[in-house]
């Protein structure tokens, strides 16, 4: 009979079957209740009631209780298959039921996981979506909220939801113009993504937050409901805007920095080609690296700030300041005369060099000047050589003695003062390979005796029609240019051959301020000392104050070591610039050589006279020796006799001469030392 049984089912009391109508449900539960097995054919009326579910093709179906929970559904294709007796029916039919049991009960424990798992995941995003910081939020297409998480309330200052009765999703916009784009992003595409706007809290304060939105169908009358995610980003704005101030501004004085000045100088070029003329102004510090070296970078910051403060108090209120970098400062003005730059530009000057700027951290008072390269934005030049341009304004303010303004006009002919230092280039770099340069020697003579103490060997240069090139022309360039150290060489060199030729003979040499950061050429002189075996106090060497002063650490370190050795070390141009006598106690120098601008005129001059009679005492009393430049009158050379002043040096007690032997001669007819003239400090030279 096994063939004739086209399938098994299995009934459970309260399960509901989409698929059955409610008279079957009936008709099973009377079964049940019966308690006695039920037999319908085709050919009873009601008997698709009880044939479901079915495939068509069945004939007859066999209905027999199990306890009073299940009941078993048979159903047969062939007519009289139910008139079996029903033992060997159910024996027939065994093996399948049991199977299907089986699989029914198994199908329940995989229905009660399916459910176990669905419940936890549930727990698991209610859970996340309750612990997230972002807010989410359901609401209608009209803004009426159906569901919010904690974090929501939170953002907008809710305590619970009843509290968000009678609010809106439009209502917390703070601004009406990012409300109309947020409806009219999300009107177009059906969402909206990652939207940064300014939103309000219950309590009216706004904040920036980040807002994403989308349109869903969630149920099956395709009723349109909205879910959003609202970030509070009010946090990360604070640090983006900290940042982006930190990428335009110098940290230490907060002025913006070249960024802003080059982005600006774009703008006023493109200004000035409307007929709006703009000034740039390139400021350095003069002499700042003392500060550094001598009272620590904690006091060059202290005074950068101070020096800040003190330009920008006296700047307009359009006028952008911008730190360019290290000590150098930039102003930009905008709709500006050429009278109206210079002024500002002196206004600038006479601020910083009038200023005494206090240094809490150190308790010291400093004084400073600045230098100014001042150019037109006439717009017919890139932002590029606008900056190249005033750059070369500032240098020769730099060249000319500091403390002053230098301007450029945009359509000065660089070109030839380009070509004019290319020349000067060639020519140093063809001297170093044909020896033409030179070395002329000028005595330094004591005031008290008129011996002779030691000559000075300056370096000369030859053009290539055989003139003497001023060294005030040919150095800077060298200096400018990298080939100073190689011509330092050269003079070591050069007199060191000297001093083999005359025994007795001691030459000072002047280094360059670039070459003092030269480390090769530090171990170049003391190799050549070595070689040459001449005793190394006859060799001295001097440097220039602003030289020293620019980087007095390294300058320290070069007079140590050459001071190890023996060599002595003078100080040259003292008086100029910086008021502040404190790192010559750092520097171990042997001589202060007074800047010649307060010698020239020191018989006429009474507060040149006051000054070198204090240089003079600071001097003996730190153990050093002053040497006067410029000694060219004898009104001069007296004052300096009176003052103290240890040795001179000038046309009127030797000029520069080609040998030694021409100045012997020229020294002794002098009349100040007249009746010395027989004293000769070394014997005749060969």
Known sequence: MLEYVTAAGFYARGADYHAAGSALKHRLQAVLESGRPLVKSEQDGDFREFCLPCTGNEKEVLLVPVGRTALIQLFFACRNASSQELAGILAGVAPKLSNAILSCLNYEKLLALERAERHRSEMRYQNLVNNLDAGIYISTMDGQFLEVNPAFLKIFGFNDRQELCGFVWSSFFANPKEKKRFIRKFTEKGCVKNLEIRLRRRDGETFWAQVTAVRRF??????????????????????????????????????????????????????AGRGKESALLLIDLDNFKLVNDTLGHAAGDELLIIVTNILKSNLRKGDLLARFGGDE?????????????????????????????YLCDCRECVHLSISTGIIIIDGTLDYQKILSRADTALYAAKEGGRNRA????????????????????????????????????????????????????????RGDGGELIDPQVFIPVAERFGLMPQVDRWVVQASLTTLQKYPGLTLFLNISGVSLGDAALLEFIEEEICKSGIEPFRIGFEITRTAAVKDLLRADRWI?????????????????????????????????????????????????????????????????????????????????QELGVDCGQGYLLGKPA?????????????????EKSSLSPFPPFP
């Open 218 to 271: 969630f149920q099956k009358d395709e009723t349109q409901n909205v879910i959003g995610i609202v970030e509070n980003i009010e946090e990360r704005k604070r640090i983006e805007g900290k940042l982006k101030h930190l990428a335009m501004h110098d940290p230490l004085t907060n002025v913006p920095n070249r960024y802003v000045l080059e982005k600006a100088l774009k703008r006023a070029v493109a200004g």
């Open 406 to 461: 230098i301007f450029v006009q945009p359509d000065e002919d660089v070109s030839a003062k380009l070509s004019e230092v290319n020349k000067l280039i060639a020519l140093i770099k063809n001297a170093l390979k044909e020896g033409r340069f030179m070395l002329v020697y000028q005595p330094v003579v004591s005031l008290r005796d008129g011996k002779i103490l030691y000559y000075e060997a300056l370096v000369r240069l």
């Open 658 to 674: 080609l040998s030694l032997q021409e100045d012997l001669s020229s020294l002794s007819s002098l009349s100040p030392f007249k």
């Open 329 to 357: 400062f930039a102003v930009l003005l905008e709709g500006v005369t050429y009278q109206d730059v210079w002024a500002v530009a002196e206004k600038l000057r006479r601020a910083v060099d009038e200023g005494e700027f």
């Open 560 to 640: 140590r070591r050459l001071n190890d050795l023996g060599c002595r070390f003078a100080l040259d141009d003292f008086g100029i610039g910086f008021s502040s006598l404190s790192y010559l106690r750092a520097l171990p120098v042997d001589y202060l050589k007074i800047a010649g601008s307060f010698i020239r005129d020191l018989d006429q001059e009474p507060a040149h006279r006051i000054l070198v009679q204090a240089i003079s005492t600071v001097a003996h009393t730190l153990g050093k020796k002053t040497v006067a430049g410029l000694v060219e009158s004898e009104d001069v050379l007296k004052v300096l």
